[in-house]
């Protein structure tokens, strides 16, 4: 361990880090001059540095102890990177073709080394509204989250491993209610942190609030995805959770990962090709007109 106790992760304390860490530095080839460093988080909740030597590359995501699109005033536990390193080594070992390998995790310092997705790696949501087609998408998504799915379900595991990985990912505890409360509870009512393109939807949302049915078939699903602990989910399985080029599809991010029913990840996958499917239409220009048929 480099540091003793938690620090965030500055360009310098980070060039520190990494010469302190023999598994880290190794991956540069021990070449410190003219390392280029740049933070990169368009994520909400993490700060995410690429890190580029002459002789390597990687990439080091810390979380600290808030949602970082929010701020300090909504304070979230760092622990959620052991987590991620957790799911990411255990997804990568089911399947290695889609997950970025980890290097590196400090647990003090909330801190994961992984490989570097080079570009032409774009977020896949960005790949979407930019009118790309992925001919590999479907095969390299579905073999995904088939073999991860399964092979941590009781479909595969004795009930001895399956209770023990169960009972170890019931510690990311404030990850799953946080997806309890922003997906499956504030939607459906006046919250602080619901937002929408208002005054023009302002009718829709009321009539979200307002779907007596609607929110029974949710509380229906909350349950479900409280209760169920089927597989290790990814738990957060959006199109910016993967990262793709024509031929690679590369799934990151999965801080909220834990032992959940199957339907969560494939069906947020499902419903965010649907949404990008029905929003081609309002990306229509002169040059592309968006009919894909
Ligand atoms: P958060 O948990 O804050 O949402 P993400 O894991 O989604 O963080 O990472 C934020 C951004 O950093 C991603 O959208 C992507 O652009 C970039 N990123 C994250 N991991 C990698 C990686 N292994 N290789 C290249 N870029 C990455
Ligand atoms: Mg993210």
Known sequence: MAFSEFRPLDEKVLIEYIKATPSLASKLGNKFDNLTIKEVGDGNLNFVFIVVGSSGSFVIKQALPYIRLIGESWPMTKERAYFEALALKEHGSLSPDHVPEVYHFDRTMSLIGMHYLEPPHIILRKGLIAGVEYPLLADHMSDYIAKTLFFTSLLYHNTTDHKKAVAEFCG???????????????????SQYNRWTSPYLDSDAEAVRGDNALKLEVAELKSLFCERAQALVHGDLHTSSVMVTHDSTQVIDPEFAFYGPMGFDIGAFLGNLILAFYAQDGHANDQNDRKFL
């Open 172 to 190: 990311n505890v404030e990850l799953c209610r946080l997806t309890e409360q922003v997906v499956f509870s504030d939607p459906y009512k006046v």
